[in-house]
Every structure is written in structure tokens, then in C-alpha cells.
């Protein structure tokens, strides 16, 4: 029992510094590419910075991410939205998209990052075209958590439902009117508008999570060429 409870706690702890890693970096590049782009509020906001405390959301960063981890589904999550002046961003509401793809992407790239490193070192092995691990070798577990995490990531930020990434961009290629319209109420709510997906469609989105992750991962292995 106690063996199982310490191992439990280590993939506890190994979720929320893959979560803390990934979403600081997935923030900061929200932030990078904004300074870039002309608006250097992220950067007066302190949020170019590798400090946890400065983009922690503690439901959507620590809690979600954990719970979904023990509940054995696809683990995705958030974190504390870096502040954007879009009146100083270049290229107006593309610039904004620009801003938003920045961290999913991330994320994205974080993934294959952690799956070239498990290929190459042998944590993953490919077999029949899945990419397989050992649950009882802890980096080789470690490793494939780098990989759906951020792929869990970046695939629930991509939903074009405000506040999420996903949105921006789809501000940018909505026509003027009723879609922009109704995209601004939603955003009003904000992150009520998250709980209340995650609480009322929770089995669509895990069915969504899991099939786009399967798929991203079919990809990575032909990549390698395995």
C-alpha cells in the first residue's frame, strides 16, 4: 500500500512540474512574441519572467491538471493570462492571433521535444506504429507525460471558445458582425465560461483530447521514421 501511495504522490509531483514548466513557458512566449509585435505590457507586468508566482492560476494550472492526471483522462489545464494592449500590438487582430498561436505552439514543439528525447534515449520504443513506455521506469513515464501534457495543452487552448488561444484567432478571420458579437459576450464570463465546458462537456472534450492526441503521436512517429 505504501509502495502504491509513494508512487502515486511521485506522478503527482511529476505532473505539476511538467504542468508549472510548460505553462511558464507557454505565458512567456505569449509575452515574447507581444514585445515583438510592440506591446511591452506583459513585459511592465513582470510576466517575462521564469518565476512561478507570476503566472500560477491555481484552479486551471495546479487542480485540473491534477485531478484529470488521477482520474487517468487526457491532463490539460491553463494559466494566469499574460495582460495584452492590443492597441500597441502591430498588425491588429492578426498580430493578436500571432500572440495567441505563440503558446500552443510551444507546447506543441515542448512535446516533440519530449518525444525525440524518449526515442532517442530508448524511454519510448515504437512498436507496430504506437509509441510504447515502461510504467515502471520512472523517467520513461516522465517523459511521456512531457508529451501528453503539452499536447493537452495546446490542443484545449486551441478551442476557439474566449478566453482560450483559439479564440483570437478566430476573431482575426471573423467577419464583422454577429460571430464577433457573440464571441465578446462570451468573453465577458470568461473563465466561467471554461468551468462550465469542462463541468457540462467534460466527455466530449476528453473524446476530443484523446483522439487529436493519438493522432499528434502517429505523426511523431513517422517522423522518426519508426
Not at 505539476?16 to 513557458?25: A, P, Q
Not at 503558446?103 to 530508448?122: D, S
Not at 524511454?123 to 503539452?150: H, K, P, Q, R
Not at 478551442?159 to 464577433?180: C, F, H, K, N, Q
Request: net charge neutral.
Amino acid at each position: 500500500m505504501s509502495g502504491d501511495l509513494g508512487q502515486t504522490l511521485l506522478y503527482i509531483f511529476s505532473v505539476f512540474i511538467i504542468t508549472l514548466f510548460s505553462m511558464i513557458l507557454h505565458e512567456l512566449m505569449h509575452g515574447f512574441v507581444a514585445l515583438k509585435l510592440g506591446d511591452d505590457t506583459a513585459k511592465h507586468s513582470g510576466r517575462l519572467t521564469l518565476n512561478p508566482l507570476k503566472h500560477i492560476d491555481p484552479f486551471m494550472t495546479i487542480i485540473v491538471p491534477i485531478i484529470l492526471a488521477l482520474m487517468g483522462g487526457p491532463i490539460f489545464g491553463g494559466a494566469k493570462p499574460v495582460p495584452i494592449n492590443t492597441r500597441k500590438l502591430k498588425h491588429g487582430e492578426w498580430g493578436f492571433a500571432l500572440v495567441a498561436i505563440a503558446g500552443p505552439l510551444t507546447n506543441f514543439l515542448l512535446a516533440l521535444a519530449f518525444f525525440l528525447v524518449g526515442f532517442w534515449t530508448g524511454l519510448i520504443t515504437i512498436e507496430g506504429g504506437d509509441a510504447l513506455y515502461s510504467s515502471a521506469n520512472f523517467w520513461s513515464v516522465f517523459v511521456m507525460l512531457g508529451i501528453t501534457v503539452n499536447l493537452g495543452f495546446m490542443l484545449f487552448n486551441i478551442i476557439p471558445i474566449p478566453p482560450l488561444d483559439g479564440s483570437r484567432v478566430l476573431y482575426a478571420i471573423a467577419p464583422e458582425g454577429g460571430v464577433r458579437r457573440f464571441m465578446e459576450q462570451i468573453e465577458r464570463y470568461g473563465i466561467i465560461v471554461i468551468y462550465f465546458c469542462l463541468l457540462f462537456f467534460g466527455t466530449a472534450l476528453s473524446f476530443y483530447m484523446s483522439g487529436a492526441t493519438q493522432a499528434i503521436m502517429s505523426l511523431f512517429v513517422k517522423l522518426v521514421g519508426a
